[in-house]
């Protein structure tokens, strides 16, 4: 399978581009710029030391997120930036387990990994205007590699054990938003951005990885439903809205984003329309550092999530086998965070 190199140079092209645009800017006056760096952090840890059976077992838990903004304003021109990082592993139990008569330390599972890269410039329509022309650029993935466990350890794994085949990693999948459009800014807590003409790519660079067809990759079966060929790109045109607001209340002690993303394909099942909604409330406890609660929904109608029942997948009814339903579901991850945000 062809790796999809023109994708990557095209997406490389646009960064470099808007990259290069913001240190022109900056190196002619920094005061147009507002930037700042958040740093938050997750911890949860349970020891029990000879427990009874049945009663507890050990449980330790760590993870975070770092979040960087740089937003500039001067004139007409009007350009936001932001990167952002969550991740998060736990590890149930300790000491050595059997996986197929070896032994082999318990393994930290996988809990959470995302990381958004987006980025929007827009040009007024007039001087005193609230209409912006604008471009619009949406990057999401995964930094570390993800893998899945076998029958005898099932679980998703920070590490490779006995077993397990790697699911997802950096690029596979990788979901990329470019379009451009007209973006409403009534005011400096809302802004309304529409195209009517977009692009999205969802890559799965890794041609293992694509074998699999979760990710929405294009696949191609046999009769017996077995895949046998994937591509490594989806090309998708179509329709794109983004919406933010962002306020702050109380005295400025507590402060909520919202950021909705929808896409709708032109090419494939219009009506099904693809959704990344971020929401971030975070509460000041005292200088720079908050408490933070973050809850995303996500859904994509090409992509197969894993399912917490048996319920029916496309009206098809499934067993109770024990293996992992997937299907195109609503994606719902909420963390709780301590945070130390900062403003320069």
Not at 28 to 46: E, I, M, N, R, V
Not at 280 to 308: C, E, R
């Amino acid at each position: 399978m062809k790796q999809p190199l023109r994708y990557k140079l095209l997406f490389l092209f646009v960064w470099v581009a808007f990259a290069s645009y913001g240190q022109e800017a900056a190196v002619k006056d920094t005061s147009y710029w507002k930037s700042g760096a958040g740093l938050a952090l997750a911890f949860d840890q349970l020891l029990n030391i000879n427990p009874r059976q049945g009663a507890a077992q050990d449980r330790l838990g760590f993870g975070g997120g770092i979040n960087l903004f740089g937003n500039y304003q001067k004139g007409r021109i009007a350009w936001s930036n932001l990167g952002q990082w969550n991740f998060g592993v736990q590890r149930l139990g300790t000491g050595v387990v059997r996986i197929n008569n070896t032994a082999a330390n318990v393994p930290f599972q996988k809990s959470l990994d995302e990381l958004v890269v987006s980025s929007k410039i827009g040009f007024k329509t007039a001087e005193k205007s609230k209409v912006f022309y604008a471009a619009d650029f949406n990057f999401l993935s995964q930094l570390t590699p993800t893998y899945q466990g076998g029958s005898s350890f099932p679980g998703l794994f920070l590490n490779n054990v006995e077993g397990s085949s790697r699911l997802a990693q950096l690029f596979s999948p990788a979901i990329i938003n470019l379009a451009l459009g007209v973006d409403y800014k009534p005011s400096a807590k809302f802004s309304f951005f529409y195209s009517p003409l977009g692009a999205k790519w969802v890559i799965v660079s890794s041609d293992a990885i694509a074998l699999r067809g979760v990710h929405g990759n294009p696949v191609t079966k046999n009769a017996q439903g077995n895949i046998t060929a994937a591509e490594n790109v989806d090309a998708q045109l179509g329709s794109q809205l983004r919406a933010v607001y962002t306020s702050k209340f109380l005295g400025d002690k507590l402060a909520y984003t919202s950021n909705l993303l929808l896409f709708s394909n032109y090419l494939n099942k219009p009506q099904n329309v693809d959704m990344d909604w971020r929401n971030s409330l975070s509460w000041t406890l005292f200088k720079n550092f908050q408490l933070g609660l973050l809850v995303n929904f996500f859904y994509d109608d090409d992509m197969n999530m894993f399912t917490s029942d048996f319920n029916a997948i496309n009206g098809i009814e499934v067993d109770g086998g024990g293996k992992p339903v997937t299907g195109p579901r609503l994606s719902v991850t909420q963390q709780l965070l301590l945070k130390y945000a900062i403003t320069f």
